[in-house]
Structures are given as C-alpha cells and as structure tokens.
C-alpha cells in the first residue's frame, strides 16, 4: 500500500532566495483596471461547466496574444473520459451562442462538443522547476439578482445568460489568471523554469479537475498553487495562504425508471418511480455516519412525473457524498447503492448510477504555504496574512495537488479574502474588486518565489 503523500509533512523553507519583486507589484497595479474589465466582461457571459465556450476563447486569444504556448480543445484531453457533461443538445446551444457573442470560430471549433479549458506554458530564462498555477472558470446555475443594490446589476455587467451567474467567484479567478500571465510575460527575463497555467473548467460539481489530470496536464509539475476569493475569509485584505482539511466528495444522478400509468383507471398497472426515489432519498439522510471521520450526505435535487394523474414512469435524484476520509466516501457510496437497489426493488423499478463528480481529500504543503506568505507580505492592499485553517468543503482542485504531491511537488490552495453581500452561490453574490490587484500580486510573485528557491 503507497503512502499518503498528503500525509507526508514538508519542511519550511529556511533560507529562502530573495526576490527582487518590485517589478511585480508595479504590474499589479498597472494591470488592476484591466483585470476589473475582464472580470467583468467574463462575469457578464457567465457559462456553466464544459460549456465555457466564449470564456475560454477569451482566455486563449488574450494568452497567445501574450507569447504564451496555448493548447486547448479536444487535442488537449486525448482520450480520457469527462464527467458530468451536459446534453449534446445543450452543448450545441451554448457552442452556437458562442460564436453569435463574437468568439473567434477558429478558436472555438476545436472546443465542439465541450471540450473547454486550456493549458498555457510560458519559459524562463533558463533550466528551473514548473510551477502550475490553477483558475477555475465556470459559472453555476443560479439565477442574479436583477435590484440595483447588486453591483453588476447596477453597472451593467449582470449575466446576460438566463439562469448562470458567477455565483463563486471565478470571474475573479479568471481575472487573475489573465493579469498573472502578463505580469510573467513582462518579466520573462527575470526568472528561470517553466510555468503552466490551468484554466479549468467544471470545477462546480467537482467535474473538470480529473479529466485534466487523467491527461497528463499536472505531470512533470513540482509545484502548484490554486487561489479562491471569499470562502473562509470574507474581509478584503486578508490571505490564507493554504487551507487542509478538505472533504472528499462524490456526486452521484441516480435514474429510476418505472412504468407509467392511469392513476385512477388502473394504477395497479403502473410502477412508481417517484415513490421509489422518494423513500430513497429519506433512507439515504438515515444512513448511518461513520467512526472514521465527518461525513455529509445530501439530496440536493429530486425531479420525477409528467402529471397528477400519471403513476411516474421516471425520476432522476441528484445527490452528493463528503467525508474527511476517501474511504469514508467509498463506504457511504457502497450503502447508498444498496440503499437505492433496495428501494428500487421493493417498488419494481430499476435504478442507475452514474458518476457525476468526484475529488479527493487533500493538504496543503508548508513550502507553498510559505512561499505565498512571504509573497503575500508587503503587498499594497493586504493587511494581514492569516494562519492556514481548515477547508471544511470540496475543491476539484485537491485532484491537481494530490497528484503534484504524488510526484514529490508540494502545493497550496490559498484565500484570497473580499466582502461578501451575500454567502457564494447565492442570486446576490459578489466581489470586492479591490481584491485584483493584491491577487494578482501574490500569485505572480509566489510563483516566482517557487521558481527560485
């Protein structure tokens, strides 16, 4: 049996090499209006999971514009299979509007069928490691605020797409990227070795992160970096510069499929699947917890029917698992199947299950909690620099750090703290864009400090 590598504890850094990094925070301060603009444009064309079609040709064209290596579309992933990917249907209509709200053709073709996301790589001045630096690109399904106390309501920049909105922040995220890129790009010179950055789609869901890693997009990295705005830190001017303690996670669409019938003239002929789900979802909330660490079990969604006096020939129940531990998460997936097999049979339905999200459990590392620390001090717009804390919640992006870890890397998920109208994924949620500029600070330079060490 292989070690944890999350387990493994890496020493702090005791004689750091200096950076003379001034070039960076003059750049962050340049480029702050330009990471406003995108942020907003990229919050205004918000676009669900494998359906980042206009963000992503953004992305490329801004990055290749910048003299960085771009690969993205179907070539970038192979062969490998994805996860909760939308309808083909659907992934038509978001393609089509894509090239209706003025995305290069050229670009967006090779994304056809969702293959969104990209990968860019930008060389040093000479032999040094890789540093892979993560954003996350996806809106969710939440619908915006339409009131004029909602920021980009009042000025304009609300999602002009029905139903998805940056409900989480990773406009910002986005935002970020694009100005962290120029600013190396501008300072090529100044640093050695390789750095990589993953712009991710389907992290909501928790769908983007293995297909990424399944290509071979994290291998040969030694370190990594994912930032989040918000999340445990809700004050602007303060960064954690890593976070533990996160939950592994399973989602799951369960499919019953029963047999319809007249609810008055012969229900005994039907096969409720309604019914079935039903129980299903109340046994799956009684499930027992378990010894080896905290555990969440939720049904988050239960759809099933065509009408009051039809028996359900279908539903469809969309449901979640988290723990501490993976094999917590294994053990509850085993007992929710047999919970669902049960009740499936006891109302003769059938059932399926399908994967729709997964992550592992992660750490992350003292040396990259280090390195955004020192990055973190000094910048104009962070006033402190707080303890690592526990995460408490599920980030694709543990997928990334595990197999950066596995490989002998060390990584960080860091907060990059901002006021918050209201909690993430909610209609109301917004940025404090005065978090840009430091963000793009301390990822430019934090990456440069692993660069050099």
């Not at 712009?199 to 290509?215: C, H, I, K, L, N």
């Not at 053990?331 to 999200?357: M, P």
């Not at 990055?375 to 526990?390: F, N």
Request: charged share 25%.
């Amino acid at each position: 049996m292989s070690a944890d590598p999350t387990k493994q504890a890496t020493p702090r850094r005791s004689s750091p090499v200096p950076v003379n990094d001034e070039p960076y925070l003059t750049l962050a301060a340049d480029l702050e209006a330009q990471a406003v603009a995108d942020r907003r444009d990229i919050h205004r064309h918000a676009e669900a999971g494998w359906l980042e079609f206009r963000t992503t040709a953004t992305i490329v064209d801004r990055l290749r514009s910048l003299g960085w290596t771009v690969r993205w579309g179907k070539d970038l992933y192979g062969d490998v299979d994805r996860l909760g990917v939308p309808s083909g249907a659907e992934l038509d209509a978001c393609f089509d509007r894509a090239l209706a709200e003025g995305a290069d053709p050229s670009v967006l073709e090779p994304m056809r069928g969702g293959w969104t996301g990209c990968v860019a790589d930008l060389d040093g001045t000479g032999p040094g490691p890789r540093v892979a630096l993560r954003f996350d690109i996806d809106g969710l399904p939440v619908p915006e605020a339409t009131t004029d106390d909602h920021l980009p309501t009042r000025e304009g920049f609300a999602s002009v797409h029905p139903g998805i909105m940056h409900a989480c922040g990773h406009d910002a995220h986005t935002a970020m990227g694009l100005g962290v890129a120029e600013a190396l790009a501008r300072t090529q010179e100044r640093w050695p070795g390789t750095v990589r950055l993953v712009f991710q789609p389907g992290e909501e869901g928790t769908r983007g992160a293995a297909s990424m890693v399944a290509a071979g997009l994290l291998d040969g990295v030694d370190a990594f970096l994912a930032p989040h705005v918000g999340a445990q830190s809700r004050r602007t001017g303060e960064i954690i510069p890593g976070i533990s303690g996160f939950l592994a996670t399973r989602k799951l669409d369960v499919h019953f499929t029963g047999r319809e019938a007249h609810a008055g003239l012969a229900p005994e002929e039907g096969h409720n699947a309604l019914i079935a789900a039903a129980a299903a979802a109340l046994q799956l909330h009684a499930m027992p917890r378990h010894a080896g660490g905290n555990s969440r079990v939720n049904v988050g969604v239960l759809r099933a029917g065509t009408g009051r006096n039809v028996v359900a020939g279908s539903a469809t129940m969309l449901m979640e698992l988290r723990s501490e531990s993976a094999d917590v998460v294994a053990e509850l997936e085993r007992r929710a199947r047999l919970v669902v097999a049960g009740t499936a049979a006891a109302h003769e339905v059938g059932s399926e299950f399908i994967v729709a999200g997964k992550a592992p459990s992660a750490r992350s590392d003292d040396v990259a909690m280090d390195a955004v620390a020192r990055a973190a001090r000094g910048v104009p717009g962070v006033d402190e620099v707080s303890e690592p804390c526990v995460a408490e919640a599920s980030d694709d992006a543990t997928a990334m750090m595990r197999r950066v870890q596995e490989q002998g890397g060390v990584a960080s998920y860091l907060i990059v703290g901002t006021e918050l109208p209201d909690g993430h994924h909610t209609p109301r949620f917004d940025v404090d864009e005065r978090v840009l500029r430091p963000g793009i600070a301390v990822m430019t330079r934090a990456a440069v400090d692993l660069l050099t060490r």
